[in-house]
């Protein structure tokens, strides 16, 4: 019998018990479907994290003390503004390095209450943030060296403050100093974002000499800086931490983060489950297998008959294996070609849905279709073994 002749009697079988064969590929077609909507929404996932840290910067970093946030600190535990210049001074691979304190507190505008975060920086803020100005503009250097009371505040708070009207120009009070309002950010959507601490939803940013004047503080929380190449981020980030310890007479007291551990956190998540999803589609692959199994010993019992008289007239026991192989792995064959369609289908809604860039992986339907072929073979090779084993009387008189 040839490969041809035993594949048209393979899927002439299968067409004669359609539900049958549609509920025995289901098992196969979950389980493919799941596999390749898993890694393709996978793919997307991490492109779509990489895009993000392409916005924020995959060079910047933020240097910070490890009780940061802590009262009662010793000075020498403390950033400085000195710690910056020092900094920027021994580190020529640094593009920019601002300090950065933050204060919750009330301010007011329009006779209006609210909390906010109130940052003094300086005026590299925006560009190093990739921060967007809805309205106005950020302060100036000469602002920034002069102490001006002038604040960039949030969408939030110019909305909760001036509703629709300009707030361009008007004043806020910040404990019970007046600034001018010189420009509106827009909402930071960058990865970077996640590491602003406390509320996410109200900020306003002023000179960090102002900043200073208004608080009674001389603290730095932090000092966000961005590197040229962003293969000289770890080596910068190595060399600040040791200076601030030797500047400070301190051992292991300085921490940095940067926008690429926001990567590998996210990366590390969506193997995990990536990997855990990919093993409930095994499982159900497996399922399918045996359901395969399972239909072809059904299909052998029912053909006993069949196969005695096929034998009598001179079939091969080959031609009789080959014959209930090629059956089982026309039925997970189908299955995979199906659940291939509609994993991709649903990877592409997925992704569409979210705005991830779609993402399908050769490898992956690859070895979708290799595994369910070689699932038709695993278990369909003990059916077509048994059958081809009957012996031609005992399968003719078999009732």
């Not at 190595?238 to 301190?250: F, I, Y």
């Not at 995990?272 to 199994?293: E, H, N, Q, Y």
Request: charge should be neutral.
């Amino acid at each position: 019998m040839s490969l041809l002749e035993g594949l048209r009697g393979a899927f002439f079988s299968l067409r004669t018990n359609k539900l049958r064969t549609g509920l025995t590929m289901l098992g196969i077609i979950i389980g493919i479907a799941a596999v390749i909507a898993v890694v393709t929404i996978g793919l997307g996932g991490k492109a779509a994290i990489m895009q993000e840290m392409e916005k924020s910067g995959v060079n910047l970093f933020v240097l910070y003390t490890k009780s940061v946030g802590q009262t009662g600190l010793a000075e020498g535990e403390r950033l400085t503004i000195q710690d910056g210049e020092s900094l920027r001074r021994a580190l020529p691979q640094v593009k920019t390095l601002i300090p950065s304190s933050v204060e919750y507190t009330a301010i007011e505008g329009n006779q209006k209450q609210s909390s906010a975060m109130i940052v003094g920086t300086s005026p590299e803020f925006a560009d190093l943030r990739r921060r967007e100005i809805a309205k106005g503009r950020f302060f100036s250097e000469e602002e920034f060296s002069a102490d001006r009371r002038v604040v960039v505040i949030d969408q939030t708070l110019a909305e909760n403050f001036f509703g629709a009207g300009n707030p361009l120009g008007q004043q806020v009070i910040i404990q019970n100093v007046p600034c001018r309002v010189i420009g509106v950010l827009a909402k930071d959507k960058s990865a970077f974002a996640q590491f602003d601490v406390g509320t996410k939803n109200a900020y306003a940013y002023i000179p960090w000499g102002t900043w200073s004047g208004i608080f009674q503080s001389e603290r730095v929380d932090q000092l966000e800086g961005a590197t040229f190449l962003e293969t000289d981020l770890e080596g910068t980030i190595s060399s600040a931490k040791r200076l601030l310890n030797v500047r400070h007479g301190t051992t292991n007291q300085f921490e940095a983060f940067n926008v690429q551990q926001l990567v590998q956190s996210a990366n590390q998540i969506t193997h995990i489950l990536t990997s855990f999803i990919g093993l409930v589609a095994g499982i159900s692959l497996l399922v399918g297998g045996i359901g395969i199994m399972n239909i072809m010993l059904v299909s052998v019992t029912e053909r006993t008959r069949e196969i005695g008289l096929r034998k009598a007239v001179g079939a091969k026991e080959r031609d009789i294996l080959v014959q209930f192989l090629l059956e089982a792995i026309g039925l997970s064959l189908v299955g995979g070609i199906v659940g291939i369609a509609l994993g991709v289908g649903s990877a592409q809604m997925v992704t569409y849905l979210l705005h991830w860039p779609p993402l399908l992986s050769g490898w992956a339907i690859l070895f979708a279709v290799s595994f369910s072929i070689g699932v038709g073979m695993f278990f369909g090779f003990y059916p077509a073994l048994k059958a081809a084993k009957l012996e031609p009387i005992a399968a003719l008189r078999y009732e």
